[in-house]
Each structure stands twice: as C-alpha cells, then as structure tokens.
T-cell receptor, first 116, second 114 residues
Framework: EPEVTQTPSHQVTQMGQEVILRCVPI?????FYWYRQILGQKVEFLVSFYNNEISEKSEIFDDQFSVERPDGSNFTLKIRSTKLEDSAMYFC??????????????FGDGTRLSIL | AQSVSQHNHHVILSEAASLELGCNYSYGGTVNLFWYVQYPGQHLQLLLK??????LVKGIKGFEAEFIKSKFSFNLRKPSVQWSDTAEYFCAVYRGSTLGRLYFGRGTQLTVWP
C-alpha cells in the first residue's frame, strides 16, 4: 500500500536556526497537510495545500512557517527561525481530494523536531 | 470553539475484554468523523470513517463505531480486544465548512494485557 514518507525522522536544531521538514505524499494525491503534536497535547492542524497554494492555515501557522511543493513529489514545511516551543512531532498527510468528498487523509510517520 | 473530547486518556484491559472509547465533539453542523490508530513506532493509520448513511460503521481489525448525532458522539467499540490492539487511538472530526482541516482529540492509550 502506498505511504506518505517523511524525512528526517528526527531533527535536532539550535534555537533561531531554520529547519526544513520534508514529505513525499502519495503519488496520485492532490491535497497536502501538515499537523503537529507537542508532547502530551493534541494533534493540531497547521496548514492545507492544494493546487500550489495554501487552502487553509491555523493560527499556529504564522509568518515563521512556510510550505512549498518544489517539484512534483516533495512537500516541505519550513520554519524560518525556530523557537523552543516549536519542539514537536510534525506529521505530513495527503488525500486524493478534499476530506469532505469521502477521501480520508493518509499520514506519514512524522518528524520529531527538537529545538535546543 | 471547535473541540473534540476523548475522555479516557489511558485504558487498560485484559485480552478478550470488550472495549469502548468515547469521543464527543462540539460542532453542530455537518461533520465527517474518523478514528485513527497509532501503533508503537508507526504512523497514524485510518481505522474507520463516517461520512454519511448508516451511523454504525465497521472498520478494520474488528473495530466499529456508532455516530449518534443527538449526542455529538462517535464512540469506538470492539467486542474482544487482543494484545496486538495495544496502541494510541485518536478521534478526528472534519467540519464541512473547512478545506480538509481535521480536529483531533487528545488520544487514548490502550494497553491490553495478554
């Protein structure tokens, strides 16, 4: 069964540094998402992306965050200047169409981001 | 504000016991509902989903869930759990008015003793 893949599995970064988290969605999927889960808290939506633009973003997704689909396969999340509170597990997901049209989201294994 | 509540944070059962995990949400409009499972060291996997129709939905591995609209609930059930069901279970809600955003509950850790 095709899977969403994320790299790296664990990223350790100094506070203030830029970090890029990478995802390869399932190949025939058109909608892409990033979520994060701070330790002990809920999985929280960050952003959805379709047709090379952001469809929706949450209040967490401020100017420090950006997403990009640089080629036909990768989907990246960039944090420009990391803060301690950015430490979390970041999940990428993809779906064939918008979730409301009977298509669930498929998740990757996550990238654990640790900010020192 | 939209919220999804999973009241059981950690459930411990013996094999063959019956399971029911609660999920309630606070949004009154059209919703799609999901249960995801995360086995140790693995990614979130879809267990089952409700979009419309029969409110009793069956998923993989013998799980089922019932959507009760009047109670804003979507509880997960399994008549007889196995040791291999040990995992974290997440309820998630999609609101019809958004473009794919899922709202997750905090998760319930299920531990099954052999």
């Amino acid at each position: 069964e095709p899977e969403v893949t994320q790299t790296p599995s664990h990223q350790v970064t100094q506070m203030g540094q830029e970090v890029i988290l990478r995802c390869v969605p399932i190949s025939n999927h058109l909608y892409f998402y990033w979520y994060r889960q701070i330790l002990g808290q809920k999985v929280e939506f960050l952003v959805s992306f379709y047709n090379n633009e952001i469809s929706e973003k949450s209040e967490i997704f401020d100017d420090q965050f950006s997403v990009e689909r640089p080629d036909g396969s990768n989907f990246t999340l960039k944090i420009r200047s990391t803060k301690l509170e950015d430490s979390a597990m970041y999940f990428c997901a993809s779906s064939k169409s918008g979730t409301g049209i009977n298509q669930p989201q498929h998740f990757g294994d996550g990238t654990r981001l640790s900010i020192l | 504000a939209q919220s999804v509540s999973q009241h059981n944070h950690h459930v411990i059962l013996s094999e063959a016991a019956s399971l029911e995990l609660g999920c309630n949400y606070s949004y009154g409009g059209t919703v799609n509902l999901f249960w995801y499972v995360q086995y140790p060291g693995q990614h979130l996997q879809l267990l089952l989903k409700y979009f419309s129709g029969d409110p009793l939905v069956k998923g993989i591995k013998g799980f089922e869930a019932e959507f009760i609209k009047s109670k804003f609930s979507f509880n997960l059930r399994k008549p007889s759990v196995q040791w291999s069901d040990t995992a974290e279970y997440f309820c998630a809600v999609y609101r019809g008015s958004t473009l794919g955003r899922l709202y997750f509950g905090r998760g319930t850790q299920l531990t099954v003793w052999p």
